[in-house]
């Protein structure tokens, strides 16, 4: 499959979204800083793994135009959905706003990149 800039910008999308959830979740993972609110346990952890994910695997398959980065970015769509509404439900009266806010913007990122795959495969078709 050849790239396109479609996907070339799917790529530079999810290389920024998951730069910075790389960047937040050290922050709280590696660094320990404090923040000024509770922090759901496992939140941080999530957010770093798929921010690297995103950033060494997803955002190089999708520069490379590989079937498997669709996949991926369908994959990194539905679980940052299923996060959220694990968020809204059983965690509801403890999330942080920004952590809604940052997982709204995550989702919100990878249904561009997904609708880009997507107009990418109506193009070549």
Not at 28 to 45: M, N
Not at 67 to 87: I, R, Y
């Amino acid at each position: 499959m050849k790239a396109t800039v479609l996907h070339r910008l799917a790529a530079g999308l999810a290389l920024i979204i998951g730069g910075m959830a790389v960047f937040a979740g050290s922050r709280v993972v590696i660094l320990h800083q404090p923040v000024d609110y509770y922090v759901i346990d496992w939140l941080p952890v999530y957010n770093l793994l798929m921010g690297l994910i995103t950033v060494l695997v997803t955002a190089v398959l999708l520069w490379k135009a590989s079937p498997w980065g669709f996949k991926m970015a369908v994959g990194t769509l539905v679980a940052h959905s299923t996060v959220m509404a694990v968020l809204q439900t059983a965690y509801r009266a403890v999330v942080a706003p920004d952590s809604v806010r940052a997982m709204t913007i995550r989702i919100t990122a990878w249904i561009i990149i997904v609708a880009l795959l997507v107009w990418a495969r109506r193009k070549q078709a």
